[in-house]
Nanobody
């Protein structure tokens, strides 16, 4: 069964850190690249950043310098390291993996809440 599962979310104080995971199973290969998005109710889904097949990473301006995306090919798992978290980072975080003509695979998301 193909599946993407995000984990690692939770409640963190402003200035804190969290590391999210995106674990792939089945035919989904993170070697195709991984994108992270976040969703806040009432707002459009926002692209956070991505790691491409060649390992290059890119980030939205809002998280550049604070967030880092990495990938463990052996574990077929990607990570989103989030530092210096702010209240504006509160959202459901989702990962997305391209699958060509079948369309991207999405996980169910993990909630991140930044609050004192």
């Amino acid at each position: 069964q193909e599946q993407l599962v995000e984990s690692g979310g939770g409640l963190v104080q402003p200035g804190g850190s969290l590391r999210l995971s995106c674990a792939a199973s089945g035919r989904i290969s993170l070697l195709n690249g991984v994108n992270w998005y976040r969703q806040v109710p009432g707002k459009e889904r926002e692209w956070v950043g991505g790691i491409y097949p060649n390992g290059v990473t890119k980030y939205a301006d809002s998280v550049k310098g604070r967030f880092t995306i990495s990938r463990d090919n052996a574990k077929n798992t990607a990570y989103l390291q989030m530092n210096s978290l702010q209240s504006d980072d509160t959202a459901v975080y989702l990962c997305n993996v391209p699958r060509g003509w079948r369309g991207p695979a999405w996980g169910q998301g993990t909630q991140v809440t930044v609050s004192s």
